[in-house]
């Protein structure tokens, strides 16, 4: 079956820094890949939707400078919380699918503290 | 409005039977899909309907109703790890998918 993969799974920074997400599919070419973030005991929040080649679609309310995305292959999407402040704390889950149609394979997610 | 419900909480005891219903109200319909979520964790698929009918995988069970804008998770012989969130998603006509809140699941001994 399909399978992303994505690191680190844990990450703890200091406020002001910058932290990349790496998310990868493994076995099958992913011209799109979806960024969630979800806070503890709410629902997954779909942040962007990541092309390979052009630039990220981002949903209403979520800042494109802080949130920086980057899909330089078929195979890889990055995200970038730049600035990382406490509030940005939450867990990050990457997903892709291999058709438009087909289900979201999720990463194993990346609980991101700020402190 | 897009529109996913679905119950908050369940309880259910090891060994039974539980149904997890989700309605929605979305503009198209390109299917349905219920992943489970485990604490801390991130979703992992479950089932997909994109026709009427039951699918089968298992102990678990996807039905869905179009006409009625209706689906239901079906778990049989519940064990303990089945304890989760369980999460209802509909992929609409511009295949975005938009996800109900989740129902959690507490399977009690």
């Known amino acids: 079956g399909a399978v992303v993969s994505q690191h680190p799974s844990r990450v703890i920074c200091k406020s002001g820094t910058s932290v990349k997400i790496e998310c990868r599919s493994l076995d099958f070419q992913a011209t799109t890949m979806f960024w969630y973030r979800q806070f503890p005991k709410q629902s997954l929040m779909l942040m962007a939707t990541?092309?390979?080649?052009?630039?990220?679609?981002?949903e209403q309310g979520v800042e494109k400078d802080k949130f920086l995305i980057n899909h330089a292959s078929l195979t890889l999407s990055t995200l970038t919380v730049t600035s990382a402040h406490p509030e940005d704390s939450s867990f990050y889950i990457c997903?892709?699918?291999?058709?438009?149609?087909?289900?979201?394979?999720f990463g194993n997610g990346t609980r991101l503290t700020v402190t | 409005g897009q529109n996913i419900d679905q119950p908050t909480e369940m309880t259910a005891t090891e060994g039974a039977i539980v149904q997890i219903n989700c309605t929605y109200q979305?503009?198209?319909?390109?299917?349905l899909f219920w992943y489970q979520q485990h604490a801390g964790e991130a979703p992992t698929f479950l089932s997909y309907n994109v026709l009427d009918g039951l699918e089968e995988k298992g102990r678990f069970s996807s039905f869905l109703s179009r006409s009625k804008g209706y689906s239901y998770l079906l778990l049989k012989e519940l064990q303990m790890k089945d304890s989760a969130s369980y999460l209802c998603a509909v992929m609409d006509s511009n295949y975005q998918l938009i996800w109900g809140a989740g129902t959690k699941l507490i399977i009690k001994p």
């Open positions: 979305t503009s198209g319909f390109n299917g």
């Open positions: 990541s092309n390979e080649g052009s630039k990220a679609t981002y």
């Open positions: 997903s892709a699918n291999t058709a438009e149609n087909s289900p979201l394979h």
